[in-house]
């Protein structure tokens, strides 16, 4: 028998975040985001072109995204403050969705490099992670992380992922095969 699942929502409220779902009207915000944080992304991001970092190539990827959300493959939140809901300050998302018997998906998030250590990232994550399980009723969310990412590691650790091991080579980030961890939660909140 098939889970019933709820639609994803074009929004979450976390308590000092709003998490808003990708469209091409945030292309100015997210652009703005990126181009605060392009040197410190850069070494934990695949390698970008030039073209990346304009607001007609990032409208096509956020209608992109908000297309593949509607046939729910892909889920990409950009994160704004509360108290500032038209800028930009970081994003997650979960990929590689897979329904039936598996339930399952990738998970990514990144954060703006002035607003690290005030706990954002691990309530974004949660907020994110709490919708994966009870809307859309997934079994488990996958985080891959380059050992050298401590920050990353310990928000997963922070929110009860478990440490599932060492793939060599794992992704190609900035031009180099990088090694990750897999980070796994398994969903306690639902039944599936």
């Known amino acids: 028998m098939e889970v019933l699942t709820m639609p994803m929502l074009s929004h979450y409220d976390a308590d000092r975040l709003i998490l808003r779902l990708s469209c091409g009207e945030l ?3 997210v652009v703005s ?33 908000a297309e593949a959300s509607e046939r729910g493959s892909e889920y990409r ?21 897979i329904m039936g018997a598996f339930r399952s998906c990738f998970l990514s998030y990144k954060l703006d490099k002035d607003f690290l250590r005030q ?12 919708a994966l399980f009870t809307d ?35 992704l190609k980030i900035n031009g180099i095969w990088e090694d990750h961890i897999h ?4 969903n306690t909140l639902t039944e599936v």
């Open 136 to 170: 859309l009723r997934l079994h488990r969310v996958e985080a891959n992380i380059m050992p050298r990412n401590i920050a990353s590691l310990s928000v997963t650790k922070k929110l009860g992922f478990a440490n599932e091991g060492l793939s060599p080579k794992y």
């Open 183 to 186: 980070m796994v939660k398994l």
């Open 27 to 29: 292309a100015e915000s």
């Open 77 to 97: 939140y950009w994160l704004c403050p509360r108290a500032k809901p038209d800028i930009v300050i970081g994003m997650v998302g979960a990929s590689g969705i």
């Open 33 to 65: 985001y990126l181009l605060r944080n392009r040197d410190f992304l850069e070494p934990f991001e695949p390698a970008r072109p030039e073209v990346f970092y304009t607001v007609e190539f990032q409208r096509e990827e956020l209608e992109k995204s």
């Open 119 to 130: 706990g954002l990232a691990a309530e974004a994550v949660d907020r994110f992670v709490n």
